[in-house]
């Protein structure tokens, strides 16, 4: 009996170490995955986040933009119904153009263009 473990043992070392490196190696690949999968679920988690920072910080801009805009309107408003009031200018807004009149001289009538905005041409460079 004592000759056939004897015979036998090598080949049970053998098997019990693949088993053991095949096992490892598995081991190992899982370990391997799921570090990258909480590594991506960090990244997106922190990139979230930062965007939504981002967004909060532009809604807050808007929003004192926003203020400024209603304000200056306020302002412009007021100071038309200054100038009608008080020395009967009209002034009148219309798109790109303004028109003024004088209630004191009725042929008088002022009209001032702006000239429309020139978009910036992007240039390509072609590599050599």
């Not at 203020?67 to 412009?76: P, T, V």
């Not at 009148?92 to 303004?98: L, P």
Request: aromatic share 6%.
């Amino acid at each position: 009996m004592i000759p056939f473990f004897s015979q036998i043992l090598p080949v049970l070392q053998t098997v019990f170490i693949l088993a053991l490196m095949v096992g490892s190696t598995l081991a190992g690949i899982f370990v391997y995955k799921s570090t990258k999968k909480n590594g991506i679920v960090s990244i997106q988690s922190e990139t979230i986040v930062t965007m939504q920072q981002q967004i909060d910080a532009l809604k807050e801009q808007n929003k004192q933009q926003q203020e400024k805009i209603d304000q200056l309107e306020f302002e412009s408003k007021a100071t038309r119904d200054a100038l009608k009031d008080e020395y009967g200018i009209f002034i009148t807004v219309d798109g790109e153009r303004v028109t003024i009149k004088n209630s004191a001289e009725p042929d008088t009538k002022h009209v001032i263009r702006r000239p429309p905005k020139k978009t910036p041409t992007i240039v390509k460079k072609e590599e050599s």
